[in-house]
């Protein structure tokens, strides 16, 4: 069988005995693999933390015009007696 070098890329469909025949090293690609999924991991909760933020600070903002406009209302009743 020609060197590791001579195969060419993707011809074993098992990635075990691909990685094997190529004398890779298995437990250095997972953790470079598991690396890469923990990144993405990250990413994609640091988005989804931003989003609520944002949500939160819009739904706070609702709040805080809500509430002033019902002290704006009240304020009017109390001085004219109506709505």
């Known amino acids: 069988m020609p060197g590791a070098a001579n195969i060419p ?4 469909d098992d990635t075990a005995v691909d990685d094997k025949v190529r004398a890779v090293n298995v437990k250095a690609k997972r953790r470079v693999e ?22 939160e600070q819009r739904e706070q903002s609702s709040y805080q015009q809500r509430d002033e406009r019902a002290d704006v209302e009240s304020e009017c009743v109390t001085r004219h007696g109506t709505r």
């Open 9 to 12: 890329a993707g011809f074993f």
């Open 34 to 55: 598991e690396a890469d999924e923990w990144a993405q991991f990250t990413a994609f909760t640091a988005d989804i933390e931003a989003e609520e933020a944002a949500r």
